[in-house]
T-cell receptor, first 114, second 116 residues
Framework: SAVISQKPSRDICQRGTSLTIQCQVD?????MFWYRQQPGQSLTLIAT?????????ESGFVIDKFPISRPNLTFSTLTVSNMSPEDSSIYLC???????????FGDGTRLSIL | AQSVAQPEDQVNVAEGNPLTVKCTYS??????LFWYVQYPNRGLQFLLK??????LVKGSYGFEAEFNKSQTSFHLKKPSALVSDSALYFC??????????????FGTGTQLKVEL
C-alpha cells in the first residue's frame, strides 16, 4: 500500500495569511484527494487533485480559497488562502492506486488560525 | 447519491468481549465498502474492504465485517476486544455503478472505547 507523507504536521497561523500543505506519495497513484476534518468528526471532501489539470472541487469549496496543484503522479499541494479562524481544522491528503483499492491517507495537517 | 449512517456515536465494551460497530449504506448500484480506524493525531488507517465475493470480510488486527445486501449493512466486528482497539472508526462507501469519480462518502464515525 502507498505511504503518504504530509508536511507540515501542524501549524499555527495568523488571520489573513496563507499556508501550503504538501503531500508526497511513495509510488505513482491514479488519484489524489484533499479532505477537511474537524477533530473527532467526519471527513468532508474538498477536491480531487488532477494531474496536469485543474482540480475538481466539491460543492462549497472554490479554487480561490483552496488552490490545489498536482504536477505529477506522486505529489500534490493544497493552499489554504486568506485564512480565518473558521479554517481551523485537520487537512488530510489521500491517494488511490487502482479502482477497487482503498484510499490511503496521510497523517494530516492540524491547522489553527489565531 | 451515496450515503453512510453510523447510528452510534460511541460504543463501550469490556476487554475480551466481542464488539460490533454498526454501519448502513445507501447507493444507486452496488457498493464498494470500507472500514477505517483513526487514532489520535493520526490519519485514517485502512482496516478492510468489501468489493465482491464472500459476504464475510476479514481485515487487519482481527477485525472482520459482514456485508448484508438485504439490510444494506456492513457492520464491523471483532470476537475479542483489546484496550488498544480504542479509537475512532469510520465506515465509507463508493457506488460501483456510477463510479462517482472514485469519491468516498464517510459516515460520521463511531468512537470505540474498550475498558479493562
Amino acid at each position: 500500500s502507498a505511504v503518504i507523507s504530509q508536511k507540515p504536521s501542524r501549524d499555527i497561523c495568523q488571520r489573513g495569511t496563507s499556508l501550503t500543505i504538501q503531500c508526497q506519495v511513495d509510488s505513482q497513484v491514479t488519484m489524489m484527494f484533499w479532505y477537511r476534518q474537524q477533530p473527532g468528526q467526519s471527513l468532508t471532501l474538498i477536491a480531487t487533485a488532477n494531474q496536469g489539470s485543474e482540480a475538481t472541487y466539491e460543492s462549497g469549496f472554490v479554487i480561490d480559497k483552496f488552490p490545489i496543484s498536482r504536477p505529477n503522479l506522486t505529489f500534490s499541494t493544497l493552499t489554504v488562502s486568506n485564512m480565518s479562524p473558521e479554517d481551523s481544522s485537520i487537512y488530510l491528503c489521500s491517494a488511490l492506486g487502482r479502482d477497487n483499492q482503498p484510499q490511503h491517507f496521510g497523517d494530516g495537517t492540524r491547522l489553527s488560525i489565531l | 447519491a451515496q450515503s453512510v449512517a453510523q447510528p452510534e456515536d460511541q460504543v463501550n465494551v469490556a476487554e475480551g468481549n466481542p464488539l460490533t460497530v454498526k454501519c448502513t449504506y445507501s447507493v444507486s448500484g452496488n457498493p464498494y465498502l470500507f472500514w477505517y480506524v483513526q487514532y489520535p493525531n493520526r490519519g485514517l488507517q485502512f482496516l478492510l474492504k468489501y468489493i465482491t465475493g464472500d459476504n464475510l470480510v476479514k481485515g487487519s488486527y482481527g477485525f472482520e465485517a459482514e456485508f448484508n445486501k438485504s439490510q444494506t449493512s456492513f457492520h464491523l466486528k471483532k470476537p475479542s476486544a483489546l484496550v488498544s482497539d480504542s479509537a475512532l472508526y469510520f465506515c465509507a462507501v463508493r457506488d460501483r455503478l456510477t463510479g462517482g469519480g472514485n469519491k468516498l462518502t464517510f459516515g460520521t464515525g463511531t468512537q470505540l472505547k474498550v475498558e479493562l
